[in-house]
């Protein structure tokens, strides 16, 4: 389950779109590299297309992955499945990862708003909560963003399943501070590794707080996120990320 980690623990390993660095970010494949290679858990992308289908996807449009210029929020389910990303691989759907993940790991479900127009949450959040509902994975879900609304949009929705704030270096301050967590009080913070020191993860722990870290492949520092005490890691290469942490003193 999502819960602190204790200093005898390692951090757990969270594959970020899977096992990305080895398959194609955000598909079956990655997901099932990610469990076969011994992941705790899995990150992915999720928004609706033009017919209302939950796909997993990270960018607006398909440009850097199938080299076409679709937009995925306006652009049928059909035709998305039928673009041919890199090696081959397809867009899945949200109910075709949790299948490819298996009963037992955990699923870090991040909502993307799209960066153009003006896009209702409601059919979102509904429909990845119906998605999560249909897979019985409630128990092992953190449903993250990087948009407050969007955070607060899901604990209303389902206040039974952890949600996560996501915040980033590029971000305005205060999105940059994480100051929208004392008015949401999610379950955990996701911050990039570069807003991370031992003194801010211990006030985040002492506020009650989990700490997921991201995106962390680099020896040296999985080794400081052990060190700093954080309860999960988010990477490009989960095998990788869990010999790096046994190994780190």
Known sequence: ?????????????????????????NTVGAFAR??????DGVELDVMTCATGELVVFHDDDLQRLAGRPERIAD??????????LAAGARIPTLDEVFE????????????????????????????????????????????????PWAVRAWMRRSPGVPAGLLFERES???????WAAAWLRPQALNPELVLCSAPRVAAWHRR???????TVDDPAALASCR?????GVITNDPARARAALANAA
Do not use: Q
């Open 1 to 25: 389950m999502w819960r602190r980690r204790n200093a005898a623990e390692l951090p757990l390993v969270i594959g970020h779109r899977g096992a990305s660095a080895i398959e194609t970010e």
């Open 34 to 39: 990610a469990r076969a290679d011994g992941a």
């Open 75 to 84: 652009t049928p389910f059909a035709v998305l499945r039928a673009a041919t």
């Open 100 to 147: 490819a993940c298996g009963p037992e790991m955990l699923v870090n479900v991040e909502l993307k708003i799209p960066s153009h127009g003006r896009t209702p949450l409601a059919p979102l959040v509904d429909a990845v909560a119906a998605s999560v509902g249909r897979a019985r994975a409630e128990s092992r879900v953190l449903v993250s963003s990087f948009h």
């Open 172 to 178: 305005p301050l205060p999105l940059r501070r994480a």
């Open 208 to 214: 009650g707080y989990l700490v997921n870290v991201w």
């Open 227 to 231: 060190r700093m005490g954080v309860d």
